[in-house]
């Protein structure tokens, strides 16, 4: 699993996904996303994110985005991104 969070950590839905991870007991590797550049707004990492915001955590091959917001809210699978296999998570 790997979980993207902002550059400075400061996302606070980013740490409540990493929390929830390690209290869960889960093992994940994470990857910074800079924001402040606009690196969320990439090619690579829209492929990733269909929101293009952190947390997104990839499982498995599927890129999971938190819930959306407010502008982007829909039910289930449509936030949900084949990512590449050769992807680390
Ligand atoms: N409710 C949102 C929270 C995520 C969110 O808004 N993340 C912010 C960082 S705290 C972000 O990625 N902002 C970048 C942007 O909106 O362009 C979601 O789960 O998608």
């Known amino acids: 699993m790997l979980l993207y969070v902002d550059t400075n ?4 839905y980013a740490l409540a996904v990493f929390v929830s991870l390690l209290e869960k007991g889960f093992t994940f590797d994470i990857e910074t996303v800079d924001l402040v550049a606009r690196a969320h707004h990439g090619p690579s990492f829209a492929k990733t994110s269909i929101t293009q915001r952190v947390p997104t ?5 599927l890129g999971i ?3 959306g917001g407010d502008r982007t809210r829909t039910s289930g699978a449509r936030h949900l991104t084949r990512v ?6």
Do not use: E, T
């Open 9 to 12: 950590f400061a996302s606070p």
């Open 65 to 67: 985005p938190g819930d």
């Open 57 to 61: 955590l990839v499982h498995d091959g």
């Open 84 to 89: 590449s296999a050769n992807r680390r998570h």
